[in-house]
């Protein structure tokens, strides 16, 4: 079974620059899962879809972040203007449903703002 | 979502069983206790978890104190592959994961 996928793997940009991860979940999945991990630190919670749909954003910086989740399958995080703490690696998961919280991780993106 | 505490980092000999603590004295009657470990440049992974009784997977074992405040995740027989952080993680249904800073675990030959 295909693992979760995420791209790109590492991205650089400059600040005030905008940038955008991919993640395609567990083919069946129906709850995707966006993460940011700050060196250091366990990864925080951004944003839960059930499908197509927001469940949970209220961690989401809405003045810079978005995601989207369209037909309920791949999903896209974009950070626009990006900051220098914006810095982290943003990890995707997703699991079956809202019950259990066997939450399956992809490798992550790490960005760096320079 | 109840907090918990585990110790910043750990040692364990390869071969030995390693034994991570967790405290969590304010667990909800409703709520279970989840592991997850993060190998170096990866992302997160599931390990076991529990409500009130022991579990045991093949990847570890969960032993759960009887008033549920504490509990200790055991990796029988630790490999270098086992070197992680390890997250304790107190969830309920409708909630959210919410992962502090875990225990550091290196096993060492």
């Known amino acids: 079974e295909a693992g979760v996928a995420q791209s790109p793997r590492y991205k650089i940009i400059e600040k005030r620059q905008s940038v955008a991860f991919w993640c395609n979940p567990i083919?069946?999945?129906?709850?995707l899962y966006w993460y940011q991990q700050i060196l250091g630190q366990g990864p925080k919670l951004l944003i839960q879809?059930?499908?197509?749909?927001?469940?949970?954003d209220s961690q989401l910086p809405k003045d810079r972040f978005s995601a989207e989740r369209l037909k309920g399958v791949d999903s896209t995080l974009k950070i626009q203007p990006a900051k220098l703490e914006d810095s982290a690696v943003y990890l995707c998961?997703?699991?079956?449903?809202?019950?259990?919280?066997?939450?399956?991780f992809g490798p992550g993106t790490r960005l760096t703002v320079t | 979502d109840a907090k918990t505490t585990q110790p910043t980092s750990m040692d364990c000999a390869e071969g030995r069983a390693a034994n991570l603590p967790c405290n969590h004295s304010?667990?909800?009657?409703?709520?279970?206790v989840y592991w997850y470990r993060q190998i170096h440049s990866q992302g997160p992974q599931y390990i076991i978890h529990?409500?009130?009784n022991n579990e045991t997977n093949e990847m570890a074992s969960l032993i759960i104190t009887e008033d549920r405040k504490s509990s200790t995740l055991i990796l029988p027989h630790a490999t270098l592959r086992d070197t992680a952080v390890y997250y304790c993680?107190?969830?309920?249904?409708?909630?959210?994961?919410?992962f502090g800073q875990g225990t550091e675990l290196s096993v060492k030959p």
């Open positions: 304010t667990i909800s009657g409703n709520e279970y």
């Open positions: 083919s069946g999945h129906a709850t």
């Open positions: 998961a997703s699991s079956q449903g809202l019950a259990g919280v066997e939450q399956y």
């Open positions: 993680i107190v969830w309920r249904q409708g909630g959210k994961l919410i």
């Open positions: 529990g409500l009130k």
């Open positions: 879809f059930q499908n197509n749909g927001v469940v949970d």
